[in-house]
């Protein structure tokens, strides 16, 4: 990828999307286009058609996506499915009839089996059932990956898919039922101590393990791998460490200074149990984390304040 390549980052206004642009822009590549879905519905195939064969861009991130917590995956499973599954395929397609040069298409830790053992290696794809909660998102990714790979084996393009662990980071959705653990609790545990309440209710058991990496540095490694791998295996992307739901609670509710108790409604599901990532392939590939779980609480918590007082000022 030279400084002067057309680069179209699909799902810039959403938190992975917004970040990759980021990089893309500090390292200096100078030409990058975007589509808001407003102008380009991704789900539409004569439209992203039309986009490719205006514009022709030369690399493709592929980070556009229909995403949420285990209650908007659960609720919305008919969206879920059917625009991640268009998505993925328009872009892909397109992609190949247009003759991109590279295109990256980004997945998602959910679509290993919910048993599979611990810490999860790319080989485990498509070795067990999935988690229920999530089945239709993982579903689609899981189709992204095998297009990518298909159109790999078929027409010997260079498509390749990376699989993030559960994100976090600037630009995040706060929503209160909708939103992943982390953003959900940063928000509640933040509404909790300004209207002084005695506790704040976390859902589920509190010990599914979950491992979390900021934006940012997932941001950093899309970039290193678009430069630096050209292989059909997706390749996992997170740091390597998980902690228990009710572990980063804790860190929560020390981050945003609030002193009331925790209480676990375990009517709420828990999910999967566990779902940390080998990152062996990605550290022999080069690349490592930078931001630490602490450090990116900080960042997402005064992301989330900035966040709140916009709102409050609009
Ligand atoms: P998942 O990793 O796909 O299961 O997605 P989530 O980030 O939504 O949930 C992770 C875990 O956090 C699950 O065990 C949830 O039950 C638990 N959790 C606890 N409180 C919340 C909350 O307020 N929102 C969400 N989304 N999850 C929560």
């Known amino acids: 990828m030279e400084a002067n390549d057309l680069i179209y980052v699909a799902g810039h206004r959403g938190m992975v999307g917004s970040a990759i642009k980021r990089r893309l822009e500090t390292l200096g590549y100078q030409r990058i286009i975007t589509r808001s879905s407003g102008t380009l519905d991704l789900r539409n195939p004569a439209a992203v058609d039309e986009f490719f064969a205006a514009e022709k861009p030369a690399y493709v991130f592929l980070a556009a996506a229909k995403v949420g917590g285990i209650h908007a995956n659960n609720t919305y499973r008919a969206e879920f499915l059917y625009d991640n599954l268009m998505i993925a395929a328009n872009v892909i397609h397109a992609a190949y009839k247009h003759n991109v040069t590279k295109l990256q298409f980004l997945g998602s830790s959910c679509i290993y089996p919910r048993m599979a053992p ?16 999530n089945e239709p998102y993982a579903i689609a990714k899981i189709a992204g990956i095998k297009l990518c790979e298909a159109y790999r084996d078929q027409y010997g393009c260079n498509f390749i898919s990376v699989m993030p662990t559960n994100l976090f980071g600037i630009g995040d959705n706060y929503h209160p039922e909708n939103a992943h653990v982390l953003p959900a609790l940063i928000r509640r545990f933040h509404e909790a101590k300004v209207n002084h309440k005695p506790s704040v209710t976390v859902w589920g058991t509190g010990m599914p393990k979950r ?20 292989e059909k295996e997706p390749v996992n992307i997170g740091i390597g460490e998980d902690l228990t739901i009710r572990q980063l609670a804790e860190y929560i509710r020390e981050v945003v200074c609030y002193e009331g108790d925790i209480i676990f409604d375990d009517s709420k599901p828990d999910g999967t149990p566990r779902k940390l990532m080998d990152v062996s392939k990605l550290h022999r590939l080069g690349w490592k984390h930078s931001i630490s779980l602490k450090e990116g609480l900080v960042m997402a918590y005064r992301d989330f304040l900035q966040q709140d007082q916009f709102k409050l000022q609009s």
Do not use: R, W
């Open 211 to 230: 491992e979390f990496l900021f934006a940012d540095d997932l941001a950093d490694a899309c970039v290193y791998l678009m430069q630096h791998y050209n």
């Open 118 to 133: 611990q810490p999860i290696k790319e080989s485990f794809l498509l070795t067990g059932v999935l988690e229920q909660t």
